[in-house]
Nanobody, 119 residues
């Protein structure tokens, strides 16, 4: 079993930056692909970014391309989401998740960290 704990959320003005972290417990972190998702008030959860086991392949939803960067440090069992040029529409609870099988099915989720972007 993998436990995930997100941190780094908060209140920021539009145009600002935040870096989210997701620390994973348990063995095998370097064997798993990782993803970030978000859920805005009144909306369904949506995919934000994904990173492969080695970090060599990264994918983003169109709305964050060029502004967000996903990365990982396998020595620290941590995945990051650097968010720049934040917009009010980025306001959401952000969740990290682990894909154990690599089949883009996420097996474990964190509790989320809230990001609020003021205009």
């Amino acid at each position: 079993q993998v436990q995930l704990v997100e941190s780094g959320g908060g209140l920021v003005q539009a145009g600002g930056s935040l870096r989210l972290s997701c620390a994973a417990s348990g063995r095998g972190f370097s064997s798993y692909a990782m993803g970030w998702f978000r859920q805005a008030p009144g909306k369904e959860r949506e995919f934000v970014a994904r990173i492969s086991r080695s970090g060599g392949v990264r994918k983003y939803t169109d709305s964050v391309k060029g502004r967000f960067t996903i990365s990982r440090d396998n020595a620290k069992n941590t995945v990051y989401l650097q968010m720049n040029s934040l917009k009010p529409e980025d306001t959401a609870v952000y969740y990290c998740a682990v894909d154990i099988s690599g089949a883009t099915v996420y097996d474990y989720w964190g509790q989320g960290t809230a990001v609020t972007v003021s205009s």
